[in-house]
């Protein structure tokens, strides 16, 4: 297989992104679904996003709390759970989607806080910011942007939240030497997404179509994170897998036993 270049996986991750933005109706991968494999992955937009949502932790509370349309995608966990945001702070979400984390962020900072979510699909922006102004919350923006070049400014962030989106970037040392700029100092960092446990095999690693968008082939070893954080400047770095992700994460791709080579973590670190 020819090896892509990141412009090449940004663009694929980009139209899947695309298509799954303007569905207006949450489809059905049953009998008849054009979907590869019916395959439905972290990424991706399963029948149910409520009950997969609670799976991972999110609160009946929280996934009444935002408005219709805002969760497009279940993810791999519950940034809300691990960030320990406080009322006043800035919070940055990677890879905002509709505005589903960034919603539940800004009922945690209150009004004097505010919610930044970035983006790099021009409809996903959109929608978001549709369902800031149906759901009334004045505390929060969206802004277009790879998150390897946030159009965000240096040192004005207290927590960075992202739910399982770092994987899909194909230069992820450059991700977190942009967390880092952007946080100020103290400012930290909690993350939910994908780590390996074993080296992925060649039929999955190289199935792009399938799987990079699908938030599976992009993912990398808790060690060579832990050293990028570190080399990006991080510190009290923290990735803590978590093994009952294994009960939904074989239901991604079926009959692939990808449980035995990818799990959910909890991603942590703080700025010096």
């Not at 923290?238 to 909890?266: C, H, Q, R, T």
């Amino acid at each position: 297989m020819t090896k892509l270049t990141n412009d090449q996986i940004r663009q694929n991750v980009r139209g899947r992104y695309q298509q799954i933005a303007v569905q207006q109706v949450e489809p059905s991968y049953s009998e008849g679904s054009t979907h590869t494999n019916n395959t439905i992955s972290c990424c991706d937009t399963p029948t149910d996003f409520n009950t997969i949502s609670a799976q991972l932790g999110y609160s009946n509370d929280e996934l009444s709390a935002v408005p219709e349309g805002a969760n497009l995608g279940p993810g791999c966990g519950n940034p809300q759970a691990i960030a320990d945001m406080q009322l006043g702070e800035v919070v940055l979400d990677l890879g905002s989607g509709g505005g589903f984390d960034c919603f539940l962020a800004s009922r945690q900072v209150g009004d004097t806080g505010h919610v930044l979510g970035v983006d790099m699909t021009p409809e996903m922006v959109s929608r978001a910011r549709n369902n800031a102004i149906k759901g009334e919350f004045t505390n929060t923006e969206f802004r277009l942007g790879e998150i390897e070049y946030l159009p965000v400014a240096d040192n004005t962030v207290n927590v960075i939240i992202s739910n399982c989106v770092i994987n899909l970037s194909p230069d992820k040392q450059q991700v977190f030497r942009e967390a880092y700029r952007v946080l100020q100092p103290g400012g930290r960092l909690a993350i939910s997404d994908i780590v390996t446990t074993a080296e992925l095999p060649p039929e999955i690693k190289n199935d792009m179509n399938l799987l990079y968008s699908g938030c599976i082939s992009g993912a990398s070893s808790i060690d060579l994170l832990s050293a990028m954080l570190e080399q990006s400047g991080f510190s009290d770095i923290s990735i803590e897998p978590k093994d009952e992700s294994l009960s939904f994460i074989k239901d991604w791709v079926p009959g692939s036993n990808i449980e035995n080579y990818i799990v959910s973590a909890i991603i942590k670190a703080t700025k010096k």
